[in-house]
């Protein structure tokens, strides 16, 4: 195992595109990514905090790990365009499946976090045992919201305060709050834009009750990791993920809310460097 904490290659330059992918069923969207490194790919799916959430992760996990990072903006986040159709997770995974195979990535790492887990979950299930699997190394789910468990659904982001949100997200939340007048215009224009799409993405409990049917097809080796202070989304909720995707691994990290990313990054980057 590559301990993270003593391999680090050189800061590498981010490359952004955007690109116009054709997604059945879907149309037409065109997708904005970050691409920085080089190495076998990680494609790194954000939540619902925005891709702002992931970029110095990214950036830390190229450089420690030596290894390509794809952060894709999802569609109608950070003033991106969200065409019609776009209207679910799962439409969201077939979208990044169309980007998988543009890019004819290979040997590939998908990491998501929270809608993001969600996403990556249901990118997982649509490859299945097809072609498209033969393109997967793993998946990992960080804090995945999707999975309706009876008792414990995610807290109801939309009736929450910012800094309810970061009491809920975080093991030491006045750490991280956030002050909406110390953003940059361009975040803190983007966040009523990034609100709606998660709402469409989500919906408005974050879960899908079919998923669980979805989940037993996934065929590539599978961590889910869950924080011991998510107040967002439960340990519950990552034990029944791990549960229903076969062979998956349950990780439960010490003094970690919902973004690990953030909070406690070489934690991460440990079970990633497995």
């Known amino acids: 195992m590559t301990d993270p904490s003593t391999t680090t290659q050189p800061a590498a330059t981010t490359r952004t595109s955007t690109s116009d992918l054709d997604v059945p069923g879907v149309g037409v969207v065109p997708i904005t990514v970050d691409d920085q490194g080089t190495g076998r790919p990680f494609l790194l799916l954000h939540g619902g905090a925005g891709p702002q959430s992931v970029t110095a992760f990214a ?39 169309a980007l998988v195979e543009q890019l004819d990535l290979a040997d590939l790492s998908v990491v998501g976090n929270s809608v993001g887990g969600w996403v990556a979950a249901e990118l997982a299930a649509l490859a299945g045992h097809g072609p498209a699997r033969a393109r997967w190394r793993d998946l990992t789910l960080v804090g995945a919201v999707g999975l309706a ?18 009491d809920l997200s975080y093991h030491e939340p006045d750490r991280f709050r956030l002050d909406p007048e110390a953003l940059l215009p361009e975040v803190r224009e983007s966040m009523p834009g990034n609100r709606a799409a998660l709402a469409v993405y989500g919906g408005s409990t974050m879960t899908d009750p079919t998923l669980a049917e979805r989940l037993p097809s996934i065929d590539v080796p599978t961590t889910v990791v869950t924080g011991t202070a998510d107040r967002i989304v439960d340990a519950e909720v990552g034990r029944a993920y791990a549960a229903l995707i076969p062979g998956a691994q349950f990780e439960l990290l010490p003094e970690t809310g919902h973004l690990p990313q953030i909070e406690t990054p070489e934690a991460l980057l440990r079970v990633l460097a497995r």
């Open 149 to 166: 468990v009876e008792g414990h659904l995610p807290a109801d982001f939309f009736a929450l305060t910012l800094d309810e949100v970061a």
């Open 59 to 97: 950036g830390l996990l190229a450089s420690t790990l030596g290894v390509r990072v794809l952060t894709p903006v999802h569609p109608g986040f950070a003033g991106t365009p969200r065409p019609a159709g776009l209207s679910s997770a799962r439409a969201l995974a077939a979208t990044y499946a």
